[in-house]
């Protein structure tokens, strides 16, 4: 045995102990007062101490004989075990750990570790200082400055795996491995196998829990896919026979899951599982490339060798050296086997005979739970599998209950206000009943005096019987139902009050069941979400790759870690990611040289930008390469057939001819883009999530994608207003300040602005972005100053002129539809609580900060949306009538038909309605009090304002002569009361056009 | 009666029996059984409706829902065509002024139209019309094989022809066009909207 061997075989003995140590040292920290547990550790270091002096580390020993020293000290009482004395005696543990992982490879630097160790262990025990410097020195001699260092120079062994991007040589936490043995296992002779390197300590609480949590998840879909394999292959397989293509084929799949799975292991950092993966993956490339008959033996290796994964994956802190040992000779063996031509040879000795395969153990030991071998540094939380469909189902739902809550709050404002009208019915019926009072005992008392005058003459007792008994009669009768009114005035504010009280608890209510919603959407978003973080490691290392393969220099920039999407989204969106990458990466960029030429830095820029839209998530990735040769995508197009040769196109529309089914630029498959993946499957991804993708590009200075996916559910917090009588919202964090606009602040030249304070800020009409006509009419607005938000858009303020504020309110976003995926300028809609549609806008769209990137869009004029003669909103009418539940009756069937209603008693009314509002129609009674059905006629026809208004009269007059009378006066319509539904919703609509 | 109430009550009771058969298969079995034909594997059912004096029909199974034409709310940066959207049980669903989209003048503005919910696995698209008809059996047998009118490269009709897949003539003497969802829904103008 060499001495590297000898030192690798120690190193290992040395990882054994730290578990040992680490868990030790915390349960004392627990619970000091546990001699037998401090002799164990003593026992260990003293270990370390005297076999790192033998096999030649003398630091390490001295490392090891500081803490031992203070170890003896504690156990014969000198030395008190601190706080302190725990944390230096966790340190030098940790040291061991370095001596672990970096004597091998770098070497340690010995002396500086020494030094700093046993100065700390000195002030422990409170050793003078003075006497420090002899006792260093003295401690330093015969100690190099470095110890160890390429020891164990691993054998390179080039990898083969077709995807590199699973692997990853710089990545910091994931060191890379290539064989999984440790250095005691005897040396395979003529194995595919190759010089051991130990496999480092796994620390999962250097992980993030999230990162974990994914490979934990992934892991476990990829070990039931591997299971899955494994037992096709296992019903198949009986004797020894030569391998099928279908097995072959099972085979590499089950090579690819094992590769996944340790690719993923080393990027987060979990060596145990990569580098038995990778022991596995050599035995499996043997039987995929090399092995020409299978046998149940070899099942049975690879199906324990499977379940050792799982234990593995389940306990990463194990490295299951024992097991890995066992299975990897078995490898060895059959490997050898083969190669001797001796297929099915007898199975190795210290393994259990084969027997034949029964129903999959595999299976079972995949759930299995994590072996309580090594530290617990972290306990796995349970998880739930459940179909996204039902999560889905969920979010829908909640949505469907915030638009519910809002419906109830809009019910709960209508209810405070009828609460309202209560209190001053209550209050006229009380003056009523003061002013009957009043009154009659005015009158009964003038009578009685006057009766009394009148009766003074004649005989007291002539004919004072009748006349009192009736009066007295009458006037007990009045005055009891008067008392009887004042007492219902007091029983109605009883009732009010007892009403207000529960409006009152109804609202508490509403407000607490507004806030849990609030709480369950914020879970609700936190179940699904996750940050781009999580593929950041991924996209950086595609790029490292490639760019390394390629021979350029490119910076990758991410920005917007922190933007989370749904986690299906981000597993769908990864491939798209990474194809277009590659694609900037492989087309776009430059080879240094000719950058340079260009006149650009020999490091290309390719950056991701993931930002927060509205209710969607946009991902740009420009790249600052040569942009798109329209020249090449011209000839292929026509070459593909998608283009005729003589046709004339835009570029834009040139670009957007990239995304069509097999279309692909380069020739020849190139191997970091052309992986058969096209960018109509990019697409085709990215709208499977809803989502779209769009190219812009300028010949010589890059390429842009911009990549649109809507969330799940959003809801925010939204300032709803109006714009030219149409509604419209803005979420509430887009805007800064809400202002009535004072003349003095108008500037009109150069351009629209306004003045607030000492800036200037653009002044934009939202009517005109939004290609609204403002309607002039009501005169009423422009009297008061306009309002204006100021909003924030990009990092510039801009101020927009609005008609009139709604409020403010909790709003869940949707999506304009699946038709309508992108609409320019909105983000969204949002559907109120009594079922309207209400659009929220995008205002760096609308006010054109983006202008320019949006590819072709052949049928799309940008005309204004008032283009249709339906857009003006629901029909509003004025129904004119005496009769309450006539006006009741029509007002319900007006509505049904999603129209405005307004009612007046009668014309005097109906007069002040219109100067308010101005109705599409009126519906007109006749006969009313103040003013008449004719009178209001006339009235109308001599205001020119309100002449061509049509008047549908609705009367039970229905002789010729009052219909003559109506329609000569300018009436439109004429209909009986009762009237048909139908008709009368006919005529309206008639009239109306 | 007059002629309002006569359009109208039939509508509704019309929509009523349509919107039952989309949601169930039913309606056809139960016609089948006083009707003379039975439930014949080559019959199909259309919506037929009106736009102005144009007469068209739509296979039922593409229709997902039928109606008056909803409240709409119109978005900014559409072409005419592209009423808004509407809010159809919950779901947001565009509106379509199919008259528009086919480029015929408009005779003039309507307020009473109805509106037809077409769906392929992409999308849903509601296109309004002037007015529905009505649902109608027809023996795919007196469909002829080939679009009499209109057909392929020879079609020198005016361009929404290309949306026909078959022109039928009727006993009344008019010509009923059979819209072809498929194509209307997935032609590129009305695909404008993904992004590019």
């Known amino acids: 045995m060499s001495m590297n061997e000898i030192i690798q075989g120690y190193v290992e003995e040395v990882r054994t102990y730290l578990p040992t140590l680490t868990e030790g040292l915390a349960s004392l920290g627990e619970n000091p007062d546990q001699p037998e547990l401090f002799e164990e550790m003593h026992r260990l270091v003293h270990t370390i101490k005297g076999a790192s002096m033998m096999v030649g580390i003398p630091g390490l020993s001295n490392i090891a004989l500081q803490m031992e020293a203070a170890l003896t000290d504690i156990l014969s009482g000198k030395l008190a075990f601190s706080n302190e004395t725990l944390q230096t005696m966790e340190f030098t543990v940790g040291r061991f750990r370095d001596y672990c992982s970096e004597l091998l490879d770098q070497g340690v630097a010995s002396r500086e570790k020494v030094r700093e160790t046993a100065l700390a262990y000195r002030r422990l025990r409170k050793l003078p200082i003075e006497e420090d410097e002899a006792a260093v020195t003295a401690l330093l001699e015969g100690v190099p400055e470095i110890e160890g260092g390429g020891i164990g120079e691993p054998a390179q062994e080039e990898e083969t795996d077709e995807d590199a991007d699973e692997d990853s040589g710089e990545e910091p936490n994931a060191p890379e491995f290539d064989t999984g043995t440790d250095a005691e296992a005897p040396p395979p002779s003529a194995s595919a196998q190759t010089e051991a390197e130990p496999i480092p300590e796994v620390r999962l609480s250097d992980i993030h829990p999230e990162l974990l949590d994914s490979f934990f998840e992934e892991a476990k879909e990829h070990m039931e896919d591997l299971d899955r394999s494994l037992q096709t292959l296992e019903s198949q397989v009986t004797g020894p026979a030569p391998m099928t293509a279908d097995q072959k084929e099972i085979v590499r799949q089950i090579r690819r899951y094992v590769h996944t799975v340790k690719g993923s292991a080393a990027v987060i950092g979990l060596p145990t599982v990569s580098a038995w993966g990778h022991t596995m993956e050599d035995f499996l490339d043997w039987l995929y490339e090399g092995a020409s008959t299978i046998d149940p033996d070899i099942l049975e290796v690879l199906t324990e060798s499977g379940d050792l994964l799982a234990a593995i994956i389940a306990n990463p802190v194990d490295p299951q050296t024992p097991k890995t040992r066992l299975l990897q000779n078995r490898f060895t063996t059959l490997i050898g086997g083969a190669g001797a031509a001796a297929p099915a040879s007898e199975p190795p000795s210290d393994a259990p005979p084969s027997a034949p395969p029964t129903a999959a153990p595999a299976a079972e030991s995949v759930c299995r739970e994590p072996e309580d071998t090594g530290i617990d540094l972290f306990s796995k939380q349970q998880t739930l599998r459940v179909g996204s469909d039902r999560v889905d189902e969920l979010v829908n739902l909640l949505g469907e209950l915030m638009i519910a809550a809002s419906g109830f709050e809009q019910q709960m404002n209508r209810l405070t206000r009828e609460i309202a009208e209560l209190e001053t019915a209550r209050k006229r019926i009380r003056e009523l009943a003061r002013d009957l009072e009043v009154g009659f005992e005015v009158k009964a008392l003038g009578r009685l005096s006057q009766t009394t005058a009148a009766t003074a003459a004649p005989s007291p007792l002539g004919d004072f019987d009748d006349f009192d008994d009736l009066e007295l009669d009458r006037y007990s009768e009045l005055s009891r139902i008067i008392r009887h009114l004042n007492e219902s005035a007091i029983e109605v504010g009883a009732g009010y009050n007892r009403l207000t009280h529960l409006h009152g608890e109804f609202d508490g209510h509403l407000n607490r069941q507004r806030v849990v919603l609030s709480e369950l959407q914020d879970k609700m978003m936190q179940i699904r979400m996750l940050p781009m973080s999580t593929l950041t490691n991924k996209l950086r290392r595609t790029i490292r790759e490639v760019s390394k393969m390629l021979g350029k220099q490119i910076r990758l920039s991410i920005i917007g870690e922190e933007i989370e999407l749904d986690r299906l989204v981000w597993d769908k969106i990864t491939d798209p990611l990474m194809h277009l990458l590659r694609n900037a990466a492989d087309h776009g960029i430059e080879l240094p040289r000719d950058r340079e030429q260009a006149g650009k830095p020999a490091t290309a820029t390719l950056e991701i930008s993931a930002n927060r839209e509205g209710n969607q998530v946009v991902i740009r990735i420009s790249d600052d390469g040569a942009g798109l040769d329209y020249p090449v995508i011209r000839r292929k197009a026509i070459k593909a057939g998608l283009l005729n040769a003589d046709e004339e196109i835009t570029q834009e529309a040139l670009a957007a001819l990239i995304f069509k089914p097999g279309f692909s630029t380069r020739d020849a498959i190139s191997e970091v883009s052309g992986r058969g993946v096209g960018m109509d499957v990019v697409r085709e991804n990215i709208q499977a999530l809803k989502g779209a993708v769009r190219v812009a590009s300028w010949p010589g200075k890059g390429t842009r994608f911009t990549i649109r996916i809507p969330l799940t559910l959003a809801a925010v917090r939204a300032l709803l207003f109006t714009v030219g009588n149409r509604h419209f919202a803005l979420s509430l964090n887009e805007i800064r300040e809400i202002i009535r606009v004072e003349p003095g602040q108008w500037i009109h030249r150069p351009r629209p602005a306004l003045r607030i304070g000492e800036s200037l800020i653009p002044l934009y009409s939202l009517a005109a972005l939004l290609g609204l006509k403002t309607e002039e009419k009501t005169g009423s607005e422009s009297d008061s100053p306009p309002i204006v938000l100021v909003a924030a858009v990009g990092d510039r303020r801009k101020a927009l002129k609005i008609d009139s504020l709604v409020g403010q309110q909790e709003i869940v976003i949707k999506s304009t539809g699946s038709h309508l995926r992108y609409v320019r300028g909105i983000s969204g809609v949002t559907i109120l609580g009594d079922g309207s549609v209400v659009p929220i806008l995008n205002l760096p769209e609308l006010i054109g900060e983006q202008a320019g990137l949006s590819a072709a869009r052949p049928d799309t004029r940008f005309e204004p949306a008032e283009a249709a003669p339906q857009s003006k909103g629901p029909l509003s009418v004025l129904v004119v009538d005496d009769s309450v539940s006539i006006r009741q009756v029509v007002s319900r069937l007006i509505e049904a038909q999603g129209w405005k209603a307004r009612t007046a008693n009668d014309g005097i009314d109906a007069l002040e309605k219109l100067g308010q509002a101005r109705p599409d129609v009126i519906v007109l009674d006749i006969e009313m009090p103040r003013m008449n059905g004719y009178e209001f006629l006339s009235a109308l026809n001599s205001t020119s304002e309100y002449r061509d208004i049509p008047v549908v009269m609705l009367t039970s007059r229905t002789a010729g002569k009052h219909r003559e009378r109506a329609l000569s006066l300018g009436a439109k319509g004429f209909a009986a009361k009762p009237f048909n539904n139908e008709e009368f919703v006919d005529l309206i609509l008639k009239l109306t056009g | ?196």
């Open chain 2, 1 to 196: 009666m007059s002629p309002h109430s006569m359009t109208d009550q039939t509508i509704e009771e019309l929509i009523t029996v349509i919107n039952r058969g989309l949601t169930a298969e039913d309606t056809t079995r139960e016609e089948s059984k006083d009707g003379t034909a039975s439930a014949h594997p080559d019959e199909i059912q259309l919506i037929k409706f009106m736009m102005d004096d144009l007469l068209l029909a739509v296979p039922l199974p593409k229709a997902l829902e039928i109606g008056r034409q909803p409240v709409i709310t119109p978005l900014p940066n559409l072409p005419g065509w592209v009423l808004g959207v509407s809010n159809i049980r919950g779901e947001i669903i565009s509106m379509v002024d199919l008259k528009a989209f086919f480029e015929i003048p408009a005779a003039g503005p309507r307020r009473d139209r109805r509106f037809i919910v077409l769906h392929t696995p992409e999308m849903k698209v509601g296109i309004v019309v002037d007015r529905i008809l009505g649902i109608f059996s027809l023996d795919t047998a007196d469909l002829p094989d080939q679009d009499p009118l209109h057909t392929g490269r020879e079609n020198d009709g005016p361009a929404w022809t290309a949306y026909i897949s078959n022109t039928l003539p009727m006993a009344d003497g008019a010509v009923l066009n059979i819209l072809d969802a498929e194509k209307l829904l997935s032609s590129s103008r009305m695909n404008a909207f993904d992004s590019h």
